[in-house]
T-cell receptor
């Protein structure tokens, strides 16, 4: 089965700095990689995703990169703001499957 | 409407009680999911309904009983739970078909405490 590893488990950055979270996966058949942000007391919110036919996707301050050969993908947040503080989860899945394999989460704190 | 709603927001129950969690979406999604999430952990898949049929049951104990009355509604019936079942229960939905069929959208969750 699929195994997704996520690093780091905690990350503190100064407001305005960039944050990078990395995930690796084991199953080369995985081809869909979403990122979720979960604030305290709330459900996970889909913030960006990437499919294996592209190497990078950007949405304002958030970007995701995918290296299929190395089987890793990363979330990049630029110009961080205090409201970016949350737990971020990566996941891997197959396009035709319902099953998500989640990483263990990264607790991001943006210090004002 | 791009929202998944869940009720109740909080639930406290004894080990002999019977209660139900409810989930609703009006996005026309044909797959619906129940997840269990413990503190500081990722969501764990429990059940998947696809086109109102149970397609995945991740070896969940029978004290959890899912039901999908129609394509917009998903219930989770709870009976004789244990204190270790205390967790955040999340519902999610996805289109199930098409190029973005597997994008999952989560509800806010029900915080369950079993005494």
């Amino acid at each position: 089965g699929e195994n997704v590893e996520q690093h780091p488990s905690t990350l503190s950055v100064q407001e305005g700095d960039s944050a990078v979270i990395k995930c690796t996966y084991s199953d080369s058949a995985s081809n869909y990689f979403p990122w979720y942000k979960q604030e305290l007391g709330k459900g996970p919110q889909l913030i960006i995703d990437i499919r294996s036919n592209v190497g990078e996707k950007k949405d304002q301050r958030i970007a995701v990169t995918l290296n299929k050969t190395a089987k890793h993908f990363s979330l990049h947040i630029t110009e961080t703001q205090p409201e970016d503080s949350a737990v971020y989860f990566c996941a891997a899945s197959k396009n035709t499957g319902n099953q998500f394999y989640f990483g263990t989460g990264t607790s991001l704190t943006v210090i004002p | 409407d791009t929202e998944v709603t869940q009720t109740p927001k909080h639930l406290v129950m004894g080990m002999t009680n019977k209660k139900s969690l409810k989930c609703e979406q009006h996005m026309g999604h044909r797959a619906m999911y129940w997840y269990k999430q413990k503190a500081k952990k990722p969501p764990e898949l429990m059940f998947v309904y696809s086109y109102e049929k149970l397609s995945i049951n991740e070896s969940v104990p029978s004290r959890f009983s899912p039901e999908c009355p129609n394509s917009s509604l998903l219930n989770l019936h709870l009976h004789a739970l244990q204190p270790e079942d205390s967790a955040l229960y999340l519902c999610a939905s996805s289109q199930e078909s098409g190029p973005v069929g597997n994008e999952q959208f989560f509800g806010p969750g029900t915080r369950l405490t079993v005494l």
